[in-house]
């Protein structure tokens, strides 16, 4: 288990961590989400061992490890810039740090090659790095982050440089290969739907404090404020409240709205109308358009609230 106790971190008149108290269980991912400058990539880098907080403690399998440097936490790192060795070629940089912990040449690179094997590059064991597309890169990036067993997986960033399809297969790849291996993993990132797609936990960053922490399913059912909700993606969030899609009811029997934008998109079209508490957006489904009459601006659209389903703050 990988758990921070009370981090706090400041540069200069700057608080940049604010009392973090974080568990990441063996076998566990955990997402640091929020937007740039929240202190996320800080916290990474002092669990990390590159930045010494004012305060508090990270411990690593019920060891307390703040004190040591970053090559003795057993720890492996993934970063967007792929970080490789441009002088080396794909399997030297797959078993460099299995050289650095004394094995020997010829075994290392054996192992590189089978690593290398199981992330899709087959053949690909003596190209150099500038012969390798970004998203080959990143495959050496996780196959050398991986094959040194590590106690602790960190990843800052590590898929925003790569189209979505293949950002998909990497995730997946990664998934499977943090199963395999049972230790916490800790990803930061920005990007909610990747946070999603590969944590199991999210905790939401924003001035350097966590305000919620759970699972993708807790943090969307119920976001802690109007900023959490506003920053998981909701459109319509009230100073108290927020208005999630499954709370629209739409068709015979509702009051007829004010239809004030209208904008089509290739699976249904996202409408504006003139709700009780302000303008209303609503993402239409192909399906639930179909029946209906299709909307258009300065029309009308048959919309009701179901107040049970608002999601409330305090």
């Excluded at 002092?46 to 703040?66: E, F, K, M």
């Excluded at 404090?209 to 807790?218: D, I, K």
């Excluded at 119920?222 to 409240?241: M, T």
Aim: with cysteine; aromatic share 4%; glycine share 10%.
């Amino acid at each position: 288990m990988l758990e921070l106790r009370d981090v706090s971190l400041s540069f200069a008149a700057k608080t940049v961590l604010d009392g973090i108290s974080l568990q990441v269980a063996s076998g566990e991912t955990v997402a640091l989400l929020g937007p740039s400058g929240e202190g996320k990539s800080s916290l990474l880098a002092v669990v990390a061992g590159l930045l010494s907080p004012q305060r508090g403690q990270v411990w690593l399998g019920g060891r307390d490890i703040s004190a040591l440097p970053p090559e003795a936490r057993q720890l492996a790192m993934m970063f967007q810039q792929h970080a490789l060795f441009p002088h080396l070629d794909a399997a030297a940089n797959v078993a460099f740090g299995l050289e650095q912990r004394g094995m020997a040449r010829a075994e290392a690179r054996r192992r590189a090659c089978a690593a290398l094997d199981g992330v899709g590059l087959a053949g690909r064991a003596t190209a150099a790095c500038h012969q390798l597309s970004g998203g080959e890169q990143q495959r050496v990036a996780l196959a050398r982050a991986l094959i040194v067993a590590p106690a602790l997986v960190l990843l800052d960033e590590p898929f925003s440089s790569l189209d979505t399809h293949l950002k998909q297969q990497l995730m997946d790849d990664l998934q499977q290969r943090l199963a395999a291996l049972a230790v916490p993993a800790l990803l930061v990132t920005h990007d909610r739907h990747e946070a999603f797609a590969l944590a199991d936990r999210v905790a939401i960053l924003q001035g350097g404090r966590v305000l919620q922490s759970g699972s993708p399913a807790e943090v969307l059912q119920a976001p802690a404020s109007a900023w959490v909700a506003r920053f998981l993606g909701f459109d319509n969030v009230r100073p108290r409240y927020a208005i999630p899609p499954a709370a629209f009811v739409l068709g015979a029997g509702q009051p007829l709205r004010a239809v004030l934008q209208v904008e089509p998109r290739v699976e249904g079209c996202r409408v504006v109308v003139a709700g009780d508490d302000g303008d209303w957006v609503l993402s239409l489904s192909a399906r639930e358009l179909a029946g209906l009459p299709y909307p258009r601006r300065g029309g009308q659209l048959a919309v009701g609230l179901d107040a049970g389903a608002l999601l409330h703050w305090a």
